[in-house]
């Protein structure tokens, strides 16, 4: 069965570290996104991409970066963790070419800056 | 510009009673709707989607919600919740191309046995 995964699940970090979180999608979907998820503000959006090559800023993209040079994987980069990216972040994945706005998600990676 | 509210953080309901989430938007054009389920420590799991068809959606495990454009609401119904609905909801508001998605803050639920 398609999937889309992340990993690590689970990531402890120290401050000022590069840091890249894994994501994966088996669907053959041509966006793929990535959102951090905190308490009482739901999920936000870091960046996207719309296919290979392209990569685009979200609400909340300062100290993230992103690179898509296949259509299954969307890396995220912390250049340089910092405290105020503690936090649980999710990739999702759609089908643009149905124009199904239906997004599938990771089971998420929780990381920790210490 | 979209915005949406999910009017209550947590909800508390026992077993078998109904459950109502209610859920603002705004949108200056015809958006899509969406709620998502999130279990503990997993992704968030489509639940249903309104796009300009039927005002009433049905959606997965019993769930349905009513988009009311004169009260700009799509609140979240179901009959009877059962201890497997313990989770969180998010509302969601979408362009029609998908191309910008905006989540509501989310309602934790509590289920009672």
């Known amino acids: 069965d398609a999937e889309i995964t992340q990993s690590p699940r689970h990531k402890i970090t120290e401050t000022g570290r590069q840091v890249t979180l894994a994501c994966h999608q088996t669907?053959?979907?041509?966006?793929m996104f990535w959102y951090r998820q905190d308490l009482g503000h739901g999920l936000r959006l870091i960046h996207y991409?719309?296919?290979?090559?392209?990569?685009n800023k979200g609400e909340v993209s300062d100290g993230y970066s992103v690179s898509r040079s296949n259509t299954e994987d969307l890396p995220l980069t912390l250049e340089s963790a910092a405290s105020s990216q503690t936090s649980v972040y999710f990739c999702?994945?759609?089908?643009?070419?149905?124009?199904?706005?239906?997004?599938?998600f990771g089971s998420g990676t929780q990381l920790s800056v210490l | 510009a979209q915005s949406v509210t999910q009017l209550d953080s947590h909800v508390s309901v026992s077993e078998g009673t109904p459950v109502l989430l209610r859920c603002n938007y705004s949108?200056?054009?015809?958006?899509?709707l969406f709620w998502y389920v999130q279990h503990p420590n997993k992704g968030l799991q489509l639940l249903l989607k309104?796009?300009?068809?039927?005002?009433l959606v049905k959606g997965i495990n019993g769930f349905e919600a009513e988009f009311k454009k004169s009260e700009t609401s799509f609140h979240l119904t179901k009959p009877s919740a059962h201890m497997s609905d313990a989770a969180e909801y998010f509302c969601?508001?979408?362009?029609?191309?998908?191309?910008?998605?905006?989540f509501g803050a989310g309602t934790r639920l509590f289920v009672k046995a």
């Open positions: 999702a994945s759609s089908d643009q070419r149905t124009s199904n706005e239906k997004l599938f």
């Open positions: 949108s200056s054009y015809s958006p899509s």
């Open positions: 309104y796009t300009s068809a039927a005002t």
């Open positions: 969601v508001v979408s362009d029609q191309g998908g191309f910008k998605t905006i």
């Open positions: 991409s719309y296919g290979v090559q392209d990569t």
């Open positions: 669907w053959n979907h041509n966006n």
